[in-house]
């Protein structure tokens, strides 16, 4: 089985699930048992400061909690991006190239903060075999993750920057409509 740890998921504009309609996650883990990741363009109202104030000086912009998923709604996830994997210290886990998670209850060491984090109230999980079925069925597509991914200055518009950079025809879905019908 191949594995997709440290890709993306972008849904299919087929996907109704309103947890995930229109949404890029990036996968965490996976193997197996199953597979957790994190909504990377759902942004609360929520801002860094008032969840983690610790972390809120390196907090990437726009400076809010993210809505990681539909599970464990009150945990927090954090990625953060270093110059280099050492930089990260071992609270760090690199997921993609100098990205990767970090531990929140460690506050950021000053000598050598993360250049940004970016914190997930929530996860997306799936158990054994779930994912693989989902995206045989047509729901999610799954390409490439950039580091710059993790941390999109307008992430309401990652999902159909992430299509365009797609070679062929998946670059197409890009301009899908939110409705399908209207495609």
Known sequence: MPT?????LVATPELRDPNFSHTVVLLL???DEGALGVVLNRPSDTPVGEVLPGWAPVAAQPDVVFFGGPVAFDSVVGLGRYDDEVQGGP?????????????????P?????????RLFAGSAGWGGGQLEEEIAEGSWFVVDAL????AAEVPEDLWAAVL????????WFANAAGDPGLN
């Open 147 to 150: 580091e710059d991914d993790t």
């Open 29 to 31: 883990g996976h193997n």
């Open 4 to 8: 997709y740890a440290g890709r993306l």
């Open 91 to 107: 609270s760090f886990r690199p997921i993609v190239g100098s990205v990767g998670t970090v531990d929140l209850n460690v506050p």
């Open 164 to 171: 365009r950079r797609q070679p062929g025809r998946l670059s």
């Open 109 to 117: 060491d000053p000598a050598a903060p993360p250049r940004e984090v």
